[in-house]
């Protein structure tokens, strides 16, 4: 997720509330009052733990020199006290917010009144922790031209391996109230240097630009990489220190941010003060930014099924909809033709009705289906043909108004769907032992027990019966709850709260009931579950599918340096999954890396692709 820095354009300076409920140093009850200034500085305000000693009250004559300004988004600047004092935890920077455009420069040498506040980036609730800062400031330029204190190199020798200490039980799980210790811990090592002016050298680029001009880059090259350049999230104690967000200080209009993917190279020197914002938490704001050199990152394509072999591939479109323009469309049609090898089966997320995110109670999208499989005749693929349920209006989440689902894609020449009428929103599809003891569904396509508040605002997954060459093949199409919720990495709990997973877990369950109910009646059934899992290899959802050994996830056959699907915030992890039943022994998994790496993409996903024998 992006930044918060280009989004928003106003930032509250002073989060009383926060003092109020006790989540920050200091009391509602201090607010206002002044300390004893005569001589504060910039390091006292810091203090050695995450939160100013001196919250809340007003300061006067707090001297530093201007080491960046910020004229869009949270608008204010940067000052540095040249004479740090001698304890590496207290920081010798400070953000001033001005909330209008500053009318310092880099370099002025400035006195500053104002009020030592702790904003909470993204509020109280999302988790985060606080940024210290003077607002309502008062400033005076002493003098200009000054030089900008030298600054601190980031590197992979400053930052330690050791991500995190434990939250204090006594306070939440909160650790803002301990003391930092920035040669033990990364996050700690961050802190103490907020708002400080800091540089990076020539370092990898591990998430590519986004729509909101920034990019992440790792200071440790050799921390969990992939052969592409990326860094990978391998566990919940992985959490890859090196990683560090990178914005500019110039305005996009007067200089665009450069364009960078995965594996290329921020050449130079990136230097500027160390920000904290909601989208990333510690953030270089580059006064000067290094030039990106490409590494010729290249898009992956499959390979094609044998004659007897089924491929089976999952993608997220990204809420695909008929006013989406036609090179949306065009573009995911060659990459299922191309990159993908034109699966027989394609189960994909996220698509919407027929009017997208307009709001007026439409929910069938056989416009968005046929739009998209006439694109894909056109790239050169096969006429696949399609099978959905429309969900009832606004009741499965996602964009308002856009109704997304999942639908399945199907090449007739290779593969037949087995239609079995009276599937819809709210019936569920059933298994029945059929003819020989094969197991079979009673709705197909058909949802899996719809009416479980497991899938209560969210998707509810499709089920659908297939053959090939003779043999069944059952096929669930998924997309479990989003990670909405989830308190951040970076965030003042540690470990953070991770909210969002009790209802994937209950999904998950639902799921491997139904497997179950497949496999009891035909053990050697080969069962498909797949889509967008919003969920990790190693998390307790993966665990909820597998129970029981119903399933086996199918990433975990690739070395554990391309378990990926996605990129998120540096990180390269596991969404998108697809599962096995056991009767599937042998097969061949791929996930394609078309889009998650790169600064141009036509969805934020890879698509995952499984072939195998039936």
Not at 282 to 294: F, I, N, Q, S
Not at 310 to 326: G, H, K, M, R
Not at 528 to 557: M, Q, R, W
């Given at each position: ?5 280009p ?7 002073v ?55 910020r ?34 420069a ?35 330029v ?18 330690p ?91 996009i ?8 993917n ?6 130079g ?119 959905s ?24 020449e ?53 053959t090939?060459r ?84 199918a ?7 391309e378990r ?23 097969f ?27």
């Amino acid at each position: 997720m992006p930044s918060s820095i280009p989004r928003s354009a106003a930032v509250a300076a002073v989060v009383t509330a926060a003092l109020a409920a006790g989540l920050l140093a200091g009391s509602s009850a201090s607010a206002e009052t002044t300390a004893d200034t005569a001589a504060v500085r910039v390091h006292d305000i810091q203090g050695t733990t995450r939160t100013s000693p001196l919250v809340g009250q007003q300061v006067t004559g707090v001297t530093g020199i201007v080491t960046g300004v910020r004229t869009y988004g949270s608008r204010g600047f940067w000052i540095q006290d040249p004479q740090a004092d001698d304890n590496p935890a207290t920081s010798e920077g400070l953000f001033v917010f001005t909330s209008s455009v500053p009318t310092v420069a880099v370099g002025d040498a400035v006195s500053v009144n104002g009020t030592v506040g702790e904003y909470v980036p993204g509020g109280l609730n999302s988790g985060n922790q606080s940024m210290t800062q003077l607002s309502k400031p008062t400033v005076t330029v002493i003098s200009s031209g000054n030089p900008v204190p030298a600054p601190v190199t980031i590197s992979a020798w400053s930052v330690p391996s050791a991500y995190t200490p434990e939250g204090d039980p006594a306070a939440g799980g909160s650790i803002n109230g301990l003391t930092l210790e920035p040669k033990r811990y990364a996050l700690d090592y961050y802190e103490s240097l907020e708002g400080s002016n800091v540089r990076v050298g020539s370092s990898r680029v591990v998430g590519a630009t986004d729509p909101y001009s920034e990019l992440w880059v790792t200071v440790k090259p050799w921390e969990n990489p992939n052969w592409r350049g990326g860094t990978v999230y391998g566990s919940y104690t992985s959490q890859n220190t090196g990683r560090l967000q990178i914005q500019s200080l110039t305005p996009i209009a007067q200089q665009p941010f450069p364009k960078a993917n995965v594996g290329d190279v921020l050449s130079g020197t990136t230097e500027g003060p160390l920000d904290f914002n909601q989208f990333g938490g510690y953030t270089l704001t580059a006064r000067t930014l290094g030039t990106v050199v490409d590494r010729g990152l290249e898009r992956e394509t499959t390979d094609k099924q044998h004659r007897n072999e089924l491929a089976v591939a999952t993608y997220n479109v990204e809420n695909l909809d008929p006013s989406d323009p036609q090179e949306k469309f065009d573009a995911l049609a060659s990459a299922v033709v191309k990159n993908l090898a034109s699966p027989d089966i394609l189960a994909l997320e996220e698509i919407q009705d027929n009017n997208g995110a307009k709001n007026d109670g439409t929910v069938v999208a056989d416009q968005t289906l046929k739009k998209f499989t006439d694109a894909i005749v056109a790239a050169g693929g096969p006429a696949y043909e399609w099978r959905s349920i429309d969900p009832e209006n606004n009741k499965d989440g996602g964009e308002p108004g856009g109704n997304i689902r999942q639908a399945f894609l199907f090449n007739p020449e290779r593969v037949s769907f087995t239609d079995r009428a009276g599937g819809d929103a709210a019936t569920a599809t059933d298994v029945v032992r059929a003819a020989k003891g094969r197991a079979a569904l009673t709705l197909s396509p058909g949802r899996i027990d719809p009416a479980n508040t497991a899938w209560e605002a969210s998707r509810k997954p499709l089920a659908g019966e297939f053959t090939f060459r003779g043999r069944t093949v059952f096929v669930v199409a998924n997309h479990f709850g989003s990670k909405g919720g989830d308190e951040s990495l970076v965030g003042h709990r540690q470990p953070p709260n991770r909210s969002s997973e009790a209802k994937r877990l209950l999904q998950a369950q639902a799921v491997n009931a139904f497997v179950k109910d497949v496999l009891a009646i035909e053990k050697d059934a080969d069962v498909l579950v797949l889509g967008d899992i919003n969920d990790f290899e190693f998390s307790e959802t993966t665990k909820a599918l597998t129970e029981g050994g119903a399933l086996y996830p199918a990433v975990k056959a690739l070395p554990r340096s391309e378990r990926y699907s996605y990129v998120y915030q540096g990180n390269s992890q596991v969404l998108d999954q697809i599962l096995t039943s056991p009767g599937i022994r042998h097969f061949e998994y791929d996930s394609v890396h078309i889009n998650a790496e790169f600064a141009d993409q036509n969805s934020d996903h890879d698509p995952q692709v499984l072939r195998f024998r039936p």
